[in-house]
């Protein structure tokens, strides 16, 4: 697949079928993820594979739990606010909480939990590399799926029921919900332009260049 088919289609997909994602294909998105950048190369990161119905069942509990704690938050406005047009965002988020919905409904069907472990994972920054390489890998196997943070709600609780050694601080950075997808692939459009959200030389000065639709797969996609 064209390197950049892979960066401007990998949506998040919520919407998946139950089929299992084969174990070569499992083998083929880890192998892609561990090539990826890391400070000093010293891997602190654990990737596990959850696919047993039992342990899904337990974490689509959680799931459902942390979610309606988040959704609280939300409402509460204590959580994190678009810098700008909150109209678009406020359809956005309709958008995101119908297909979240149905995440969460039939998350005990997703065929593959990939949870991602790390010891002082710098703020994200450790191991956010390897996320989005096992992301994009998998779109290459046309297997898609969500990141997911809103365990860390009930972190403890997950990482008792999975036994991950604390004591030796490993701690849950995401949650990679991964199977081949209901929906279609297509571009993530709904993003502020290029321009809006860069600058040369000095915070807010004129970044240089406009970019007036997404540049792949060209004009057409305006
Ligand atoms: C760090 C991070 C955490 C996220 N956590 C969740 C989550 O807990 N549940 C969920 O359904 N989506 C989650 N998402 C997915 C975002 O909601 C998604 O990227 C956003 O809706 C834009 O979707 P798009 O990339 O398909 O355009 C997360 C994304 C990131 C980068």
Redesign the pocket.
Known sequence: MDVHEALYT?????RLHPDPIPLEIQARILDAAIRAPNGGNTQRWHFLAVDDPATKAELAAIYRSS?AR?YADIAAGELAQPLHDPQAHAK?MRR?TT??DY?TDHFAETPLLLFVFAIDDHG?ANI?PAIWSALLAARAEGVGG??????RYEAERVMRLLEVPTEAGWRMT?MLALGYPRGRWGV?A??RPVQEVSSRNRWGQDFGVTVPFPLWPGESSG
């Open positions: 990998t949506r998040m997909m919520r979610r988040e956005t995101i297909s979240g995440f994200g956010y969500t990141i997911t943070t809103v365990l995401a993530a709904n993003r």
